[in-house]
């Protein structure tokens, strides 16, 4: 059974850091792309970066870009978004989806805020 | 980027009876493939998106088969034949063939 995990979310303040991770079983991990897609509360859904299988490869959303770093083990089967300079506006719940998005994480709530 | 557009955006449908949602791409969702990556997300109140069809028509594993999903170019349906109160919630299209992939606004199926 694919399963996928996400945690590390929490209250930051503006300006500053998280790690999110989402681990990764019920598949052979290293031969998908991993995603990141995040919904603001009571809004839909926007992509924010994805990964290729072996890590060479990372594209981002505009709204991200030089801020969120993803990565990923295939060692440990987890991929991560590291998130830097949070702003008000990353406030969301931030989903990891597999390659071909046919499975998605419960998600992690990100809350940025003073 | 691509933009999605859904309509309508809330949809009151009696149980037992059809439903239908639309979705309109800017640009045909044509990969290099040569597939049409448009999917088709349910999410229930509370809950993570599903995917429901992939790749215009194809339902998943599970997703019952009064779900259907159809169209061509840039224009796709999404139909549920007879609605039941379990269909409930958010049904978002999306386009998996240009970067960053997009979906469209959702449309919220209701219970009359």
């Known amino acids: 059974e694919v399963q996928l995990v996400e945690s590390g979310g929490g209250l930051v303040q503006p300006g500053g850091s998280l790690r999110l991770s989402c681990a990764a079983s019920?598949?052979?991990?290293?031969?998908?792309?991993m995603h990141w897609v995040r919904q603001a509360p009571g809004e839909g859904l926007v992509w924010v970066s994805r990964i290729n299988s072996d890590g060479s490869t990372t594209t981002y959303a505009d709204s991200v870009m030089g801020r969120f770093t993803i990565s990923r083990d295939n060692a440990r089967n987890t991929v991560y978004l590291q998130m830097n300079n949070l702003r008000a506006e990353d406030t969301a719940v931030y989903y990891c989806t597999k390659g071909g998005v046919d499975f998605w994480g419960q998600g992690t709530l990100v809350t940025v805020s003073s | 980027d691509v933009v999605m557009t859904q309509s309508p955006l809330t949809l009151p449908v009696t149980l037992g009876q059809p439903a239908s949602i639309s979705c309109r791409s800017s640009?045909?969702?044509?990969?290099?493939?040569?597939?049409?990556?448009l999917h088709w997300f349910q999410q229930r109140p509370g809950q993570s998106p599903r995917r429901l069809i992939y790749k215009v028509s194809n339902r998943d594993s599970g997703v019952p088969d009064r779900f259907s999903g159809s169209g061509s170019g840039t224009d796709f349906t999404l139909k549920i034949s007879r609605v039941e109160a379990e269909d409930v919630g958010i049904y978002y299209c999306?386009?998996?063939?240009?970067?960053?992939?997009?979906f469209g606004q959702g449309t919220r199926l209701e219970i009359k």
């Open positions: 019920g598949f052979t991990f290293s031969n998908y792309w």
């Open positions: 640009e045909s969702p044509v990969y290099s493939d040569g597939n049409t990556h």
């Open positions: 999306m386009q998996g063939a240009h970067w960053p992939f997009t």
